[in-house]
């Protein structure tokens, strides 16, 4: 059975609703670290990519981390940056924000969220992020954000971040030094976004150099607590896990093809928009697939959750007819989503290798 996100009872979505509440975090649930309850000052650090499980897995190469008390937590679904993030920064299930995929159907087409583009270029004047997401980060309060210095004023960024202070950093490095700085001149809340753990993943897979960025996490994790003035929390999740996936890409064979429009989502979480009138011949001819992956329509996942307890009807209509959700280590291919090079780790489905992330905590 996919791993479902537990919404309103330890999903990241949840998270920044008990760290930015009003007059900050002095009661916790019971999913979030016990240490972080009273504290005066919060730094929150996402690592893009670090599951649970590859976390339990890779212990010994992150000693620090290792060293912080805590448990796992459920991610949204799906499990893809884009609407992992959106989830943490604005505590709400996709299903209200509106990030719902990598790519994501707008009606008269398919959008990269990351790029905030398609194939024919960007669209933030035809789609202006913060019409797409209008939901507030943060509560609605103007908290420090530290990401890559690149990733400041593109359409992603002003769908999720919207009117937050952002502190771009060019160099890892520099992340220590503009944490201290900014608590030295009074915030008491800090989010640093940090993606090595990601890229490595997809580029390298697991082995020696997903190890070595491991290590270079846990040390950014060291330096940061270095830093941090006394009673200062430090608390560590990350937006979802990988999957070693390979050159397991799945072609759609021509007895689903056939009944395609288009498609949206990831390879782990492919949406198959039907041509009209073709809905039930797609979904039969897609348990092909149910030995990899499971086969759910639209009106199943709105039923079970998948996206949160509410989907409002713009969300909804992003929505494919039949999803491919990935649970054998292979993705489902769609040439409009390639990139630069093959994915080796792969994420977007609901596998707990995927879904479950760490929620660490560690008060200085």
């Known amino acids: 059975m ?32 016990s240490v972080v309850a009273g504290a005066p000052r919060v730094v929150l650090l996402l690592l893009d990519g670090l599951g649970w499980n590859q976390f339990e897995a890779h212990r010994e190469h992150m000693p620090t981390l290792s060293s912080f008390v805590g448990s796992h937590i459920t991610t949204i679904a799906p499990t893809t940056t884009a609407a992992a993030l959106t989830s943490l920064a604005t505590g709400l299930a996709p299903g209200e924000h509106g990030i719902i995929g990598y790519r994501m159907d707008m009606g008269d087409t398919v959008m990269n969220v990351l790029r905030w583009a398609d194939e024919n270029g960007d669209l933030r004047r035809r789609y202006p992020p913060q019409q797409v997401q209008p939901c507030p980060p943060f509560l609605g309060l103007s908290v420090p954000v530290l990401s890559k210095g690149e990733l400041q004023g593109s359409g992603f960024t002003l769908a999720h971040l919207a009117g937050v202070k952002e502190m771009g950093w060019r160099a890892v490095s520099s992340i220590p030094v503009i944490v201290n ?71 759609p064979s021509t007895d689903v093809s056939e ?106």
Request: charged fraction near 20%.
């Open 181 to 251: 700085n900014a608590l030295a001149s009074g915030e008491e809340f800090v989010y640093v976004y940090y993606d090595g753990v990601d890229k490595i993943a997809h580029e390298r897979g697991f082995g020696e150099f997903y190890e070595a960025e491991l290590r270079a996490a846990d040390a950014l994790v060291a330096d940061i607590l270095s830093v941090l003035p006394s009673d200062t929390v430090l608390v560590v999740t990350a937006d979802h896990g990988q999957v070693h996936v390979g050159e397991n890409t799945i072609l």
């Open 259 to 364: 009944h395609v429009h288009h498609q949206s989502g990831e390879g782990r979480f492919r949406w198959l928009h039907a041509r009209r009138g073709r809905v039930d011949a797609l979904r039969d001819a897609c348990q092909q697939y149910s030995n990899v992956a499971w086969v759910v329509d639209k009106a199943q996942v709105l039923d079970e959750q998948w996206f949160g307890p509410r989907v409002t009807d713009a969300v909804a209509r992003r929505m494919g007819d039949i999803a491919l959700a990935a649970h054998a280590p292979v993705s489902f291919d769609e040439p409009l989503d390639s990139g630069p090079y093959q994915l080796i780790c792969r994420h977007g489905s609901l596998t707990a290798d995927e879904m479950l992330v760490p929620l660490l905590a560690k008060v200085v």
């Open 2 to 33: 996919p791993v479902l996100p537990k919404y309103g009872r330890g999903a990241l979505s949840d998270v920044v609703p008990v760290l930015c509440a009003p007059g900050g975090p002095r009661t916790v649930p019971s999913w979030m670290p």
